[in-house]
């Protein structure tokens, strides 16, 4: 996908919608930034959205799960409705049988003229959905189409009841999920992130275990017993447990397929943790929060306040912070957003300190630095690259395409790379099981010292009160 690189952020207005009411909240914008002159690079996005400082853009996230007859025909009535008004917009709104899935942008008056267009409509009474501030066009372009699947998750979603809101979990406002995950540790609470790895490793909620899964496609959904999250597996299916994501739609998903494997107490966070953020701030939340435009990722500490209340400067750069150290190093505070690898053939998505990415020229390690194909130029400050054909010139970019064009020149390598950090994860894991057990022995042990010491005590008092013999 090619998008812009993300820059220092400033501070902005941002509004959520739901039902008809309004409620003026302080957001973050991203500035697009070309790569540097040096390299061959050339973006797709238009060059007025890099240009235009006086129009206002913004970013729109909404889904809504609805029985649709016709979704195919819906998609063409939608395409056809943005023509005669003359609107554009771009990013990436799927349409199914099961009801909507919309993450776009543009400029706002046409970005929310559209979104008022699908509210109005009976099939949507009730959507919610969040507008977000932006400095210009955060997508390369407009993906309004019928897709079977909403979200991609494994063996596909017809066969899930998704649009009966009792087969899903039961939905909590950011207010109450706060409130529920500063007692989760007491109350042997299972916290679940629905989310990619690399997510994870960007932000999340304090006691989530990192997921197990590179992308959302892998996680389990099958019949046995042991296809559920590793997090689950020896859970109590009545014990209560709290899984979240990013604006709310996999979650809700997810849920149905875990009441199928008997799961009967689970709660989700509505509007997902952009919403959260948004109005409890970073409370019980570590790191940055992954966002899947131009911008990458987006900081925690912003919420419904002033400037001055948030601690944030308005013309000032703001840090990114990573939940995770250096990938490479791993040690160093790593620096985000993101960033693929300069190797064409490998474009492992990672997060690394200053001196690594310097140290690395923007790869993932040593041995992508000697690339048989193509090194792209590296991405000191994160951000998505552009499509291959930028960073080559002339009657060599087929050679250089071509070189090294073989199995062990990408996927055996990545597959090597997966089944490493597969053993590792699975070591940690093993490792945690490990303490978690030892603690859980130690308090029963202490637990047992204190019953014997209450027993004693009793005894003494008993004896103390009985009365002298004559």
């Excluded at 990013?246 to 989700?268: A, E, P, Q, W």
Aim: a neutral charge; glycine letters at 8%.
């Amino acid at each position: 996908m090619t998008c812009c690189q993300t820059s220092p952020l400033k501070l902005l207005h941002c509004e959520d919608y739901h039902s008809g009411s309004r409620h003026r909240v302080l957001s973050l914008c991203a500035q697009p930034q070309r790569e540097p002159e040096s390299s061959a690079a050339s973006h797709s996005l238009p060059e007025a959205t890099e240009r235009s400082s006086q129009q206002e853009w913004c970013i729109v996230n909404f889904y809504h799960l609805v029985d649709i007859p016709d979704a195919t025909k819906l998609v063409e009535e939608h395409k056809a409705w943005l023509q005669q008004q003359g609107l554009s917009v771009q990013g990436r709104i799927y349409y199914s049988e099961q009801g909507v899935n919309a993450q776009f942008g543009g400029l706002k008056e046409h970005a929310l003229a559209y979104t008022k267009f699908v509210e109005e409509q009976p099939l949507f009474k009730g959507l919610r959905y969040s507008v977000w501030p932006a400095s210009g066009q955060m997508f390369p372009k407009l993906r309004l189409k019928y897709k079977p699947n909403l979200i991609s998750l494994a063996g596909g979603m017809s066969g899930l009841p998704i649009t009966d809101p009792a087969s899903r979990a039961t939905p909590l406002e950011p207010a109450a999920w706060k409130q529920m995950i500063s007692q989760a540790l007491e109350r042997k609470v299972t916290v679940l992130d629905i989310r990619n790895d690399y997510e994870w490793d960007a932000g999340h909620f304090v006691g989530a275990e990192r997921p197990a899964e590179e992308v959302f496609h892998e996680t389990p959904v099958g019949e046995e017993d042991a296809d559920i999250p590793q997090p689950l597996r020896g859970v109590d299916k009545d014990a209560p447990i709290m899984m979240y994501c990013t604006g709310g739609i996999r979650c809700d998903v997810y849920s149905t397929f875990l009441k199928s494997k008997g799961f009967t107490n689970m709660y989700t966070l509505e509007g997902g943790i952009q919403n959260y953020l948004r109005e409890e701030g970073p409370d019980h939340w570590n790191g940055s929060l992954y966002v899947f435009d131009g911008r990458m990722a987006i900081p925690a500490g912003i919420k419904s306040a002033s400037c001055a209340e948030s601690g944030v400067v308005a013309d000032g750069a703001i840090e990114l912070k990573a939940a995770v150290p250096c990938q490479i190093c791993g040690t160093a505070v790593a620096q985000l957003p993101h960033m693929n690898c300069a190797n064409i053939d490998c474009n492992e998505l990672f997060i690394a300190c200053a001196d690594c990415k310097t140290k690395y020229n923007g790869c993932c390690c040593s041995q992508c630095m000697t690339a048989p194909r193509l090194l792209r130029p590296a991405k000191v400050s994160g951000g998505y690259y552009g499509q291959w054909g930028n960073y080559a010139e002339g009657e060599g970019l087929g050679q250089v395409m071509a070189t090294g064009r073989s199995r062990e020149g990408r996927v055996a390598r990545r597959a090597r790379r997966r089944e490493a950090m597969k053993e590792k994860r699975a070591k940690q894991i093993e490792e945690r099981n490990m303490r978690k057990q030892m603690m859980r022995q130690a308090m029963a042990q202490l637990e047992q010292l204190e019953q014997a010491q209450q027993e004693k005590t009793q005894e003494r008092e008993g004896g103390a009160q009985e009365p002298a013999r004559v």
